[in-house]
């Protein structure tokens, strides 16, 4: 089968995603350690609002929770203290040193994978709760990591994740990687973005809705972050904080899939940034034993 042009462009991207991530893992844990590590490491987004308060992944006694980009594994470890069996995947060699380092003594509660969010190492039907706090769906191609995450998810199984809202991409400067107060873009012409070091795919909020229905997900809640005067965040700086008080910077999607296959949609032509894409499936080398 011939490449086509949006698989050179993912191949692209993934490439330079995870050169990025290989270079800049020691600063960035150097950076954010301290705001991640705020709340026993289970917080949303730039503002890290703690989980206890959103409560978006429930109760996870006993439940199978698969971590999509979990860097550190500061939020694996802090679930399977609460009885969750929990499994962190990433795509970093360097990310995964920093996850034994955190788990060190604890090794074992948490089950570690070197794989990419497109090509997930495990069956279908595997996890209760797939979850991903600006981790691997930041950077990977979601028109392929959303029917994978569904994929491996039991029917009734939950998908959450953060991510940057479309209305944040329309002022993104790529040149800066910083925030204009001008719009940059027009909406609907959201896609591969490149920036400095890393390139994130934008997809409209249709272009979302489209895609989770796609892949048999029902959206139960969507939460737009509003900081506080006074909050703080290490991942932007004042000016972008002021911006993010009038703008919605993030989105917290909450889905759940369906107890039946995803819908056909033969007699009504998807969505063009939704249509599910054939999958290259590749070789994924497994960090921390089997599972």
């Known amino acids: 089968m011939a490449t086509t042009r949006a698989d050179l462009l993912y191949r692209r991207a993934a490439r330079r995603n995870k050169a990025f991530w290989e270079k800049s893992s020691v600063s960035y844990e150097r950076t954010h350690a301290r705001a991640l590590k705020k709340y026993g490491g289970m917080a949303w987004?730039?503002?890290r609002v703690p989980e206890?308060?959103?409560r978006l992944l429930g109760d996870v006694r006993g439940k199978k929770i698969l971590e999509l980009g979990c860097g550190a594994a500061r939020w694996s470890l802090a679930l399977s203290r609460m009885r969750a069996i929990a499994v962190g995947i990433d795509t970093s060699w360097m990310q995964l040193?920093?996850?034994?380092r955190v788990l060190g003594k604890d090794r074992a509660r948490v089950s570690l994978f070197r794989a990419s969010a497109e090509t997930?190492?495990?069956k279908d039907g595997t996890f209760d709760i797939a979850f991903c706090d600006f981790g691997a769906l930041t950077f990977a191609d979601p028109e392929r990591a959303i029917p994978e995450a569904s994929r491996v998810l039991r029917p009734g199984g939950r998908l959450v994740f953060a991510q940057s809202s479309p209305i944040r991409f329309?002022?993104?400067v790529e040149t800066g990687e910083t925030i204009s107060s001008k719009?940059?873009?027009d909406y609907f012409s959201l896609g591969w973005l490149r920036f400095p070091e890393t390139t994130e795919r934008a997809l409209t909020y249709s272009g979302w809705i489209h895609l989770f229905r796609e892949s048999g997900l029902v959206v139960e809640d969507l939460l737009e972050t509003?900081?506080?005067?006074?909050?703080r965040s290490s991942y932007l700086n004042p000016r972008e904080e002021r911006w993010a008080r009038r703008w919605p910077l993030e989105c917290l999607w909450s889905l759940r899939k369906g107890s039946s296959s995803p819908p056909s949609h033969a007699a009504s032509p998807a969505h063009p940034e939704s249509r599910r894409r054939r999958r290259e499936l590749e070789p994924t080398t497994r960090q921390g034993g089997q599972y």
């Open 226 to 231: 509003r900081p506080g005067p006074s909050d």
């Open 183 to 185: 719009l940059q873009r």
């Open 97 to 100: 040193r920093h996850a034994l």
């Open 170 to 172: 329309l002022f993104e």
């Open 52 to 54: 206890r308060r959103l």
């Open 120 to 122: 997930l190492p495990f």
């Open 45 to 47: 987004g730039f503002w």
